[in-house]
C-alpha cells in the first residue's frame, strides 16, 4: 500500500531525515516512535506529500505519489497533522465537512448523501454528534482533537496519516479513538501511519512499529521485536523497564525514575506483632511482594501484612469482601495491606530471623496439617475444605528481581513440603507422605534495598536462608500444632 524508499531531506540546507525506507501493507497500523526532534513529523510531512525529499521516492499503490494529482491524492490519503492554535470561525459540522472536498466535483456543489452519512458517521464515531452546531474555539483542547479526528475519518481514504492523534485526549477518549481507529483497520482495511509519544499506545494498537533515531530507522518490526528494554534506554537515553501487558500480547514500559531515597530501608522482628486474633507485621515503608494471599495476593507493594485467625468453621461465600471488611473494622489500609487466614492458633505461629551477608531475614510459619494432603494423589479426594493451612512468609533485607521472587517461591514450597516429609506428616486419604495442604499461602516480601540479587533457587545466599528458614521453621510449627488441639 505505502512504500518508502530511500527517503533523505530537510529544511532547507539541514538534513533531517536521512535514508528512510520501509513498507506498510494494506490494513495494518503502524507506529512511529522516537525522540524529540528525531524527524517524525518531517517524515509525516514528506509521506503526505507536504514537503518533498532531497532524494528517495513515496509509492502509495505503486504509484509515486506526485504522479497523483491533489484531489486524487487526498481520496488515497489523509493527513491530521500535530494540533496547533489557530483561530477558528466554524461550527464542529462544517469543519468535519471540510473532509469531504476531495469527493466534491464543485466546491460544495454536489453534496449528497454519501456524504452526509460520511460525516454523520465520522462525528458518531468521535462522539462530537452533541457539539454539531457549535463553534471550534468554545470546545476543550480534547474535544477540538476529535473533530479533527473526525474530519479526516470522514475523508474516507485508504491511508491515514496521524500525528500524535491522543494529544489532549484523557485516557477515556484515548482508548475511544483508538479502539475505532483499530477497528476500521482491521474490519475495514484501513492504513494508518502515526506518530505517537506514548509508547504503550503504540506498541499497544499498532502491528508494526518504526523505531526513529536522529532522522535515521533504528529498527522496524512487531512491537516485541523493537520495543526492547536495551534498545528504548539507548534511543531516549533515559532508563525504563518493560513488562507485560494484563491482556494483550504487547510489551508496555514503565520509567523508571532517579529519585534520591533517604529512609534507611531495614525491617527487624520489631516490626512483628503476634496477637490472639492475627500475627501482623508492620514494615515501616512499602516492600516488593509476591504472594498468594486472599487479600491483595500477586506482585504488588505493601507495607502490612496479616495473618488472621478464624473460627476452624469458618465458612463465608465471599471471602474477599468479608476480608476487606475486616480490614476496614480492624483499621488496615486495604490497599496496604496483604491478608492470610488461618484456624491456627497464631499464638503458635513460629519466627525465626537469620543475619545473613546481604541483611536479615525473618521466616514466620503458622501450620495446622489436619488436612495435609500429598500433591500427587490429590485428584483421588474432593473433600478438600477441612481445617488445615500452612501460611508462610519470608521478608527479605535485600533486593531480587521478578526471576528471584518466583524462584523463592519454589525453594520455600520445596522446603515445606520437605518439612512435612521430615515430620511424618501423611495424607490420610492416600496414606501416603503430605506435601502441604489445599489452602497453604505464601508470601516473599523483600525491602528492594541493596545489591540485586538476580536468582533465588536453592544454592543461591538467599535461596539457602529461604531452604533452611522455611524446613526449620515449619518443622517447629508442626511439632507446636500437634502437641496443641487446633
Ligand atoms: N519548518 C521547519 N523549519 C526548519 N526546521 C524545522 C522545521 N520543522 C521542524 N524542524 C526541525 O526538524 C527537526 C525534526 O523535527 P520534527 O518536527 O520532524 O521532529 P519530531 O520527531 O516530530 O519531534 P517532536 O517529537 O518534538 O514532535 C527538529 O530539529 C526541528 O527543529
Request: proline share 4%; glycine share 6%.
Amino acid at each position: 500500500m505505502l512504500k518508502v524508499h530511500n527517503i533523505s531531506g530537510g529544511y532547507g540546507a539541514a538534513p533531517i531525515l536521512s535514508e528512510i525506507s520501509f513498507q506498510v501493507e494494506k490494513g495494518k497500523m503502524i507506529g512511529i516512535l522516537g525522540p524529540n526532534g528525531c524527524g517524525k513529523s518531517t517524515l509525516l510531512k514528506v509521506i503526505s506529500g507536504i514537503m518533498s525529499p532531497t532524494f528517495g521516492n513515496v509509492f502509495i499503490d505503486g504509484k509515486e505519489i506526485d504522479q497523483y494529482s491533489t484531489r486524487e491524492l487526498a481520496k488515497k490519503m489523509t493527513i491530521l497533522p500535530q494540533l496547533h492554535a489557530t483561530a477558528f470561525s466554524s461550527t464542529v459540522r462544517e469543519t468535519v465537512s471540510i473532509g469531504r472536498y476531495p469527493h466534491q466535483s464543485g466546491f460544495f456543489s454536489s453534496w449528497r448523501a454519501e456524504d452526509e452519512s460520511a460525516v454523520k458517521k465520522a462525528m458518531q464515531q468521535t462522539d462530537i454528534e452533541k457539539y454539531e452546531n457549535h463553534y471550534l474555539e468554545f470546545l476543550s483542547g480534547g474535544e477540538q482533537q476529535r473533530v479533527f479526528i473526525a474530519q479526516a475519518l470522514a475523508q474516507a481514504s485508504s491511508l491515514l496519516l496521524l500525528d500524535e492523534p491522543t494529544n489532549h485526549l484523557d485516557i477515556a477518549h484515548q482508548k475511544q479513538i483508538l479502539d475505532m481507529i483499530r477497528k476500521e483497520v482491521t474490519e475495514n482495511d484501513l492504513t494508518v501511519v502515526s506518530v505517537f509519544h506514548d509508547i504503550n499506545l503504540a506498541s499497544l494498537y499498532c502491528d508494526e512499529i518504526l523505531l526513529m533515531e536522529k532522522g535515521k530507522v533504528r529498527a522496524y518490526g512487531a512491537p516485541h521485536e523493537v520495543l526492547l528494554e536495551e534498545k528504548v534506554m539507548a534511543v531516549y537515553d533515559t532508563r525504563i523497564s518493560i513488562q507485560a501487558h494484563p491482556e494483550q500480547p504487547k510489551p508496555q514500559m514503565t520509567i523508571l525514575p532517579d529519585l534520591q531515597d533517604t529512609l534507611e530501608k531495614v525491617i527487624t522482628v520489631e516490626h512483628l506483632n503476634i496477637t490472639n486474633e492475627y500475627v501482623e507485621f508492620k514494615s515501616p515503608f512499602p516492600l516488593k511482594v509476591l504472594s498468594s494471599a486472599v487479600h491483595n495476593a500477586g506482585m504488588g507493594w505493601f507495607a502490612n501484612f496479616v495473618n488472621r485467625t478464624v473460627a476452624p468453621n469458618y465458612d463465608i461465600d465471599n471471602v474477599k469482601e468479608e476480608y476487606y471488611q475486616y480490614l476496614v473494622d480492624k483499621d488496615f489500609s486495604p490497599t496496604n495491606t496483604v491478608g492470610m487466614m488461618t484456624a491456627v492458633d497464631t499464638k503458635k505461629a513460629v519466627v525465626k530471623n537469620y543475619s545473613m551477608p546481604f541483611g536479615e531475614v525473618i521466616v514466620v510459619v503458622t501450620a495446622g496439617v489436619g488436612n495435609a494432603i500429598d500433591v500427587s494423589q490429590s485428584y483421588k479426594r474432593n473433600d478438600f475444605f477441612r481445617v488445615g493451612t500452612i501460611n508462610t512468609w519470608v521478608l527479605i533485607n535485600g533486593k531480587l528481581s521478578d526471576e528471584a521472587f518466583v524462584q523463592a517461591m519454589m525453594t520455600a514450597t520445596e522446603a515445606k513440603s520437605k518439612a512435612l516429609q521430615h515430620e511424618e506428616v501423611y495424607d490420610s486419604v492416600s496414606n501416603t507422605i503430605a506435601t502441604g495442604t489445599p489452602t497453604d499461602s505464601l508470601l516473599i516480601a523483600s525491602t528492594q534495598a541493596g545489591e540485586l540479587m538476580q536468582y533465588g533457587g536453592p544454592i543461591t545466599e538467599v535461596g539457602q536462608v529461604i531452604g533452611k528458614g522455611v524446613f526449620e521453621a515449619t518443622v517447629e510449627a508442626v511439632q507446636s500444632y500437634r502437641k496443641g488441639d487446633r
